[in-house]
């Protein structure tokens, strides 16, 4: 292909503070029981309703931009984004324009460094719901929209990209990692169906050789699951290939992504493009950090999943494929590790355990206590400490008694090999480990 | 004498002694606003129920005395409106905390003062219920935009009133009703629940018949308050602590002499300010920045909150829709919306943030030399019904003198210097002292009062 793909992504991410960004209403818009329940003159925008900024929110950003490897602004301010919407009752969202509280990160992935341009902390809008109901009571439906207030002015954070990402797998890998992250520092649970998180991608070609961005890009919106954001990109990448190809610009515009047809398609060209009037917030000061509160919210920060894919791998001699299992959430890495430190203290095989484990050889749950699961391992481990040479002579042995058998083997009915292990087994005499004993008696008939 | 035409302080020694009761006040207050009211148009609604709420407050600091309060500030079961019809009929469910906090100390809302629609303008002619008449002569305007709290005062409509300033909308009224406006460092009054003009100004404040009184309501609502980030964080003052103090040693600038439009102000106050060197003063003429170039600043700055602060009146929610904005408010929408569109917001916005700079250095090196500087509070005397029409920067005209410290957050008082015989129309001179410097400006003040003639409950 003579092009290539310049991607960047924007994710925002609701984060699961207590309290509201601007109020004290409760933020749980998701397990609200019904509509504007968690509202107050300030969510709603009523006359004279001050916002007053959740401390716990900004410094869950700052330990996300951290993570992230960012910088940190010390000074900081809240600015006004101002357009009109049904859905924002302010006229205007209050959100972070040209200093955010954090900038120039990175992610690593398995196809390379994405660098992290900035994260701010806006709030999120109230809930448009558009349904037909009889409004009026004239006995026929009406085409109406409703509006949920219970998610206005949650906080909501936005991580944007530099246009690094060079492939939809890769777009789809540095979500699944961001998701993590913030999982692991438990300041978002990222529910994506919902509308917890939600992925817009920038994404525009570029002649196989060239170094210079293009000069076009267009934004994909409204994709909810990391499945649709690599399928959207495929797809836009084909159409813009096309376009490129006939010697045409791909338009710069807003599109959306059609889950049902796997297609984007035109929503807004960049003609309409809002100016937003931004300016600093009266109703909020500054926010100014000291580089020890800096350091204090970093010393918060868990080991996040690449640094305990790492360590378990050297600590533990597991290969990266188990090491990044385990890592996968913060629970189950914890959980894994108690049973890791008691295996490495009773000179088990820790690769041996977490493969059967994983493989569900050993059932256990997570509230099984840890010596109980090491018991299950060393029970089946004894199975294993069959010696090669006596089960060889036990195969040698039923192969010369089972003679039809072996024919029919030979002629290719694999059924019999079954019937050949039991025999085997029965040769033993005790518990072997059925695995093994297949592995060596075919290796034996062939 | 008519006894709402005692001050706070009278007012509740009186009843402290047993010598009145509130009963006796309301019925003489009632029987003022049932007489003039409809005239000078001052209360927008007034609150059937202030006695049976003053009975039950008797035995708290404001001993449930009748307070005007400005029609900006949302009371809870009570229209609330700002003198615009886009809120005709808005009730708040919530109360600000000035008037919350009132409430708590024992004042009564007596009822809610009309003012120009939205608090943009300097003669409450522009609200959207009819203008203000000034009680001191009704020929002319009481300024504004807190017109109808002045006016309230003027008129013994009630003992002490509410306003609020963005750049003059206490002083100035006041100064043209011949009473004491006070409007405290910003930040020092909580903004929360009052309708916001432009946020990075908007004060809440006493205007009262004397200093004192002023002192007096302040400590009612004035300190910290969660609900508003901008909020001071300390704790404010007993401000009657800064009363009858010398003002022995203290030094004093005289601004704004040089500028024309005020020339024969000027004379006036420049006569009356000799007391204060009798009093042990010392009083200077000094030169400060050029007031005209905080019209620019303040306008720029303020039509930009505007334009953002009256997006939520998107004629979806409240009352009226759109099309009842006066031509005031989209002048202001308009312009404010301009000056904040890429590409201009250099040139405009970001622009009066620099100069706005440039006056914060301004006072902080005159205020190394002086603690309390003062002008005139207002050009001239009240200007004749009709004239807020006469050119739509009426109001940034009227307050130029405000301006400078209005953007700077600086605290500063209005007490009356002069009255025209003739005309029984007042004028006021404006102290003012670095942020948080309150006490500074009430000592001045309240020494000047007291020995001078113009305060005209001081002086009947």
């Not at chain 1, 076009?216 to 399928?231: D, G, M, Q």
């Not at chain 1, 003609?271 to 800096?294: G, K, S, V």
């Not at chain 1, 360590?311 to 894994?336: C, D, G, P, T, V």
């Not at chain 2, 009226?320 to 005031?328: A, L, M, Y």
Request: charged residues 25%; glycine residues 6%; aromatic residues 8%.
């Amino acid at each position: 292909m003579p092009y290539k793909l310049v991607c960047g992504l924007e994710v925002h991410a609701e984060l699961k503070t207590k309290s509201k960004m601007f109020c004290s209403c409760k933020n749980d818009p998701f397990g609200a029981p019904k509509p504007n329940l968690y509202t107050c003159p300030v969510c709603l925008g009523m006359p004279g309703a001050l916002p007053v900024a959740n401390r716990k929110a900004i410094e869950w950003t700052i330990k996300l931009g951290l993570a992230l490897h960012c910088q940190i602004n010390l000074f900081s301010k809240f600015d006004r984004k101002n357009y009109f919407y049904a859905d924002l009752p302010k006229g205007y969202q209050i959100s972070q324009y040209d200093i955010p509280f954090c900038h120039d990160g990175y992610l690593d992935t398995s196809e390379g460094r994405v660098g992290i341009h900035r994260i701010h902390l806006e709030e999120d809008t109230a809930k448009l719901s558009h349904q037909e109901i009889d409004f009026d009571g004239d006995g026929e439906l009406d085409k109406v929209t409703l509006i949920d207030f219970n998610r206005s002015s949650v906080p909501l954070v936005e991580i944007v990209t530099e246009p690094d990402i060079i492939s939809a797998t890769q777009a789809k890998e540095y979500g699944q990692k961001l998701r993590q992250i913030m999982r692991y520092l438990d300041i978002a649970n990222c529910d994506m169906e919902k509308g917890g998180m939600r992925l817009e991608a920038n994404i525009s070609l570029r002649r196989e050789g060239k170094n210079e961005l293009p000069d076009y890009k267009v934004e994909c919106k409204n994709i909810n699951s990391f499945k649709f954001l690599e399928a959207a990109i495929n797809f836009e990448v084909d159409r813009q290939t096309t376009i490129l190809q006939n010697g045409e610009q791909p338009i710069q515009e807003t599109r959306g992504y059609n889950s049902t047809t796997g297609k984007t398609f035109s929503q807004r060209s960049k003609e309409d493009a809002a100016d937003y009037r931004y300016f600093p917030d009266p109703d909020l000061p500054p926010i100014e950090f000291t580089t020890e509160e800096i350091e204090t919210i970093r010393s918060e920060i868990p080991e996040l999943p690449a640094e305990k894919t790492t360590r378990f791998m050297s600590e533990y001699n597991l290969n990266e494929k188990s090491a990044k299992n385990l890592a996968i959430n913060m629970e189950q890495a914890l959980f894994f590790e108690k049973i890791l430190k008691e295996a490495k203290k009773e000179n088990l095989d820790p690769q041996k355990l977490i493969n059967n484990l994983l493989n569900g050889k050993i059932k256990f749950s997570f509230d099984e206590k840890i010596s109980v699961i090491i018991a299950k391992f060393k029970a089946i481990s004894s199975n294993e400490n069959i010696d090669e040479k006596e089960l060889q002579l036990a195969i040698d042995k039923v192969l010369n008694a089972e003679k039809d058998a072996v024919a029919k083997y030979k002629a290719g009915k694999t059924v019999v090999t079954g019937f050949l292990i039991g025999c085997v087994m029965k040769e033993l005499g005790k518990k072997a480990d059925v695995i093994q004993v297949k592995q060596q008696l075919i290796a034996t008939l062939s | 004498m008519k006894l709402n035409e005692l001050t706070l302080k009278e007012s509740i020694d009186a009843l402290d002694k047993k010598e009145i009761t509130l009963e006796e006040i309301y019925k003489d207050l009632d029987q003022a606003c049932q007489a003039k009211n409809e005239k000078l148009n001052i209360y927008l609604s007034i609150n059937s129920k202030a006695l049976i709420e003053a009975k039950k407050a008797s035995k708290k600091p404001l001993r449930g005395l009748p307070i005007a309060v400005k029609d900006n500030f949302c009371t809870k079961g009570i229209v609330t409106t700002a003198s615009s019809k886009v809120l005709d009929g808005f009730i708040p469910q919530y109360e600000s905390t000035v008037t919350e906090r009132l409430k708590a100390s024992g004042g009564v809302i007596y009822g809610k003062t009309n003012m120009d629609a939205w608090a943009h303008g300097s003669s409450t002619e522009t609200s959207d219920y009819g203008r203000t008449l000034n009680p001191r002569n009704s020929d002319h305007l009481p300024g504004g935009s807190s017109g109808g709290s002045a006016a309230a005062i003027a008129a013994d409509f009630a003992v002490a009133a509410i306003g609020s300033e963005t750049a003059g909308s206490i002083r100035q009224p006041a100064a043209w009703c011949g009473a004491v406006g006070f409007k405290p460092t910003y930040g020092r009054v909580s903004r929360f629940g009052v309708i916001a003009m432009a946020s990075s100004t908007d004060s809440p404040g006493p205007i009262a018949k004397t200093v004192e009184d002023a002192c007096i309501l302040l400590n009612a609502f004035a300190g910290p308050d969660e609900k508003d980030g901008t909020s001071n964080k300390e704790k404010a003052p007993d401000f009657t602590s800064f009363l009858d103090q010398s003002i022995k040693g203290m030094k004093i600038g005289v601004i704004y002499q040089d500028v024309k439009e005020i020339k024969e102000t000027n004379q006036k106050l420049l006569k009356e300010l000799e007391i204060l060197k009798e009093l042990g003063a010392t009083v200077e003429l000094v030169q400060a920045m050029d007031p005209h170039q905080a019209i620019g600043v303040y306008t720029v700055v303020q039509r930009a909150e505007v334009s953002s602060n009256l997006a939520r009146y998107d004629g979806i929610r409240y009352g009226g829709d759109r099309s009842n904005f006066g031509d005031e408010a989209k002048r202001r929408i308009m312009l404010g919306t301009f000056t904040l569109t890429k590409g201009y917001a250099d040139r405009y916005y970001n622009l009066a943030q620099k100069v706005r700079t440039l006056y914060l250095n301004d006072y902080k090196e005159l205020f190394k030399k002086y603690d309390v500087l003062v002008s005139p509070t207002s050009p001239s005397f009240a200007k004749e019904v009709g004239a807020s029409f006469s050119s739509p920067m009426f109001g940034e005209l009227e307050d130029m003198l405000l301006e400078a410290s209005s953007i700077t957050g600086l605290p500063g008082i209005n007490v009356p210097f002069y009255r025209d015989e003739k005309t029984n129309l007042y004028l006021g001179a404006n102290f003012i002292a670095p942020m948080w410097r309150e006490d500074l400006v009430i000592k001045v003040a309240d020494a000047f009062e007291k020995n001078t003639k113009w305060n005209s409950w001081r002086n009947k």
